[in-house]
């Protein structure tokens, strides 16, 4: 997914009075500028794979946690915290693949999300090709 893709799913769920309401509150804030852009991405990639990879998720359409850590608010703004929304959203009909390093979309999404919602302090540049093959 290119930078232009993204900021049109962007724009759309800006649109979203549930989506655009997700903000970073103290606690994540707190907790990515502690372990840095580069391990909450890996985070990112670990969360897909745990659960939305599996063939039968614990908790299908539940299992993403609304807050508590900063992957999860950027899973929710974004649309990629169950297959629901992925479908709705994204048009995701089918589960993530086996190997979620090569799943950029779903990722991706979340990370550059993060680079958006975090202060400038903390954010470093998000190449979204990179933030999805990072290594779980």
């Known amino acids: 997914m290119t930078g232009q893709d993204f900021d049109a799913l962007f724009a759309r769920l800006s649109r979203s009075a ?9 606690k994540e804030t707190s907790y990515l500028a502690a372990r840095g ?17 599996p063939s039968e998720p614990k908790n299908d359409g ?15 703004a974004t649309a990629t915290c169950c297959r629901s929304c992925l479908a ?8 993530p693949t086996e190997d979620i390093r090569q799943d950029g979309h779903r990722c991706g999404a979340a990370s550059k999300k993060l680079s958006f919602m975090a202060p400038p ?16």
């Open 37 to 53: 852009m580069d391990v909450i991405r890996s985070h990112a990639v670990d969360f897909v794979a745990q659960r939305l990879a």
């Open 62 to 76: 539940k299992q993403t946690p609304m807050r508590g850590h900063p992957v999860f608010v950027a899973q929710h």
């Open 121 to 136: 302090s903390i954010v470093q540049p998000v190449d979204v090709r990179s933030a999805s093959h990072a290594s779980p």
């Open 18 to 26: 549930f989506r655009a309401r997700f903000r970073l509150g103290a």
């Open 88 to 95: 709705k959203w994204h048009g995701m009909q089918e589960p």
